[in-house]
């Protein structure tokens, strides 16, 4: 940050990075930061992560490139896949009840 710079807060800092690398977890956050000179903690980092989902603001994905698909893509996946594997389960008995895989 140049002396020109106006002073943000930490947690406005936090929000800015969280913004640019939303996947990053909070201790890579602390650290990237760090190395910007900006020392916080991942404590920090993950309420602010928090404060942003409590106020429903979406955190942006980034822009995958060709061929990956998007964190919420994946997640929605396997949500629906371990649905998908229960139902079937259930349907054909594919696995008895109270076995451990």
Known sequence: MSEEDPPVSKAQTVRAFIAEHPDASATAVAE????????????LVAAVKASLELQGLPIPEPEMPPGHVPFSEGKLFYE???????FVNRTLNV???GAIC
């Open 32 to 43: 990237a930061l760090a190395a910007k000179g900006v020392k916080v903690l991942p404590s």
């Open 80 to 86: 629906l896949y371990a649905a998908l594997c229960s």
């Open 95 to 97: 696995v008895e009840a």
